[in-house]
């Protein structure tokens, strides 16, 4: 089964909590796979072993935290409920 198509920039939004929006930059993605060992239920590789959402709400904030400090590359960018960058700090 083909995995459908994700755009480089794969973004969600949270219904909970002081992150509201999470972004995998897609193209910065270097597949290192730590966000995905740190929140599994959030992130997962695609065959092109590329990180990507799978569910932005499985997570309480400090994993999803966690899992973006992870990244090498920060691939991972946060945001809170008015827009605001909140990780990596701008």
Known sequence: MQQPSIPPLN??????????????DR???IGARSCAA????????????LA???DPNSEDDDTVLMAAQSCPVLAILLYDEHG???FPEE
């Open 27 to 29: 193209v910065k993605c």
């Open 84 to 86: 605001k960058q909140i």
């Open 38 to 49: 740190v929140a599994p239920g959030t992130f997962q590789m695609d065959g092109e072993n």
């Open 11 to 24: 973004e969600a939004a949270r219904t909970t909590g002081k992150i509201r929006k999470i972004v995998v």
């Open 52 to 54: 990507y959402i799978l």
